[in-house]
DNA sequence: GTCTCTGCAAAGTTTTTGCATGCAA
DNA sequence: TTGCATGCAAAAACTTTGCAGAGAC
């Protein structure tokens, strides 16, 4: 039967989580990869994926297929939703957004298609401050070729 | 510049767009493919790549990037959410959701990470109505393992 | 005739997998 | 000692791209 498996905890399983905990900026496997590789320079790509999708199985860590080409990881599974600025693709946090429901109750499911809803996502999109700055200082010099 | 090009209105390009509005399964490029070379056998997958990206750009039809690995596609640009099925991966449309708001504006970017925000989209999961009548057939000999 | 689009194929990117060995429990 | 996990590398899955010729306008 699945699920029954003893999971070990090896170095290479501890340094993955411990370094997707430490980032708040939802790294893909790849950048997750390099930052691994730091404590443990012989880890392998493929480990990191491994342990990547044990984690997300055990539901220690959370994937995030939403925010793009790639999947990134969040350490950080308390409830909350993502932004992705379509500029630079970079991930950030939203919490206790006013005026959304805090949860959402569905019992209705003629509208979902006969679908059992299990749970919902919320993804946004949007410029993140460092592409706004550099919008700004562009806008100063763009006048010129709008005409 | 760019956005100055003519665009020619190919046989190609106009069966993957009338294929993809036929369908309203959220078929992936390679589905879609399939489907479009019952019209013209020799399509390529390339061009169904290069075209999906010119409608998505034109704004024609919506590219869904979070439905899992790779993107799917909707010729349904009006005003929807999606439920993707955790079990098969199927994606169903979501509309008029009551409890919803129907458009969220949001002015505090406080909380918000310092992101001008553009815009969201709600993505649900769930299960599917034939996983779930799988799974209804599946529970009835499952007592016996569970104890 | 011009210039975008196409088919084909090669290559790029991201993720998974096979296998022999390693190592946590 | 047992058997899950690792490293390495090949392969799979998905998507993009280069190029010469075709065809829309």
């Keep these: 039967m699945a699920g029954t498996f003893q999971r070990r905890n090896t170095p290479q399983r501890k340094v993955v989580l411990d370094e997707l905990r430490k980032l708040t900026s939802h790294p893909t496997a790849v950048e997750l990869y390099e930052f691994a590789r730091r404590q443990l320079p012989k880890i392998s790509l493929g480990t990191v994926y491994r342990n990547l999708e044990i984690l997300t199985l055990e539901g220690t860590i959370r994937r995030l297929d939403s925010v793009g080409a790639e999947a990134r990881f969040d350490g950080d599974i308390t409830e909350h939703h993502h932004v992705r600025c379509v500029r630079c693709g970079a991930v950030g ?51 010129a070729e709008a005409g």
Tied chains: 1, 2.
């Design 93 to 143: 946090d939203v919490r206790g957004l006013p005026g959304l429901p805090g949860e959402m109750t569905v019992t209705d499911t003629s509208q979902l298609g006969g679908y059992e809803i299990l749970g919902y996502r919320l993804q946004f999109e949007g410029i993140c401050p460092l592409c706004r700055d550099a919008q700004d200082a562009a806008d100063g010099n763009a006048d």
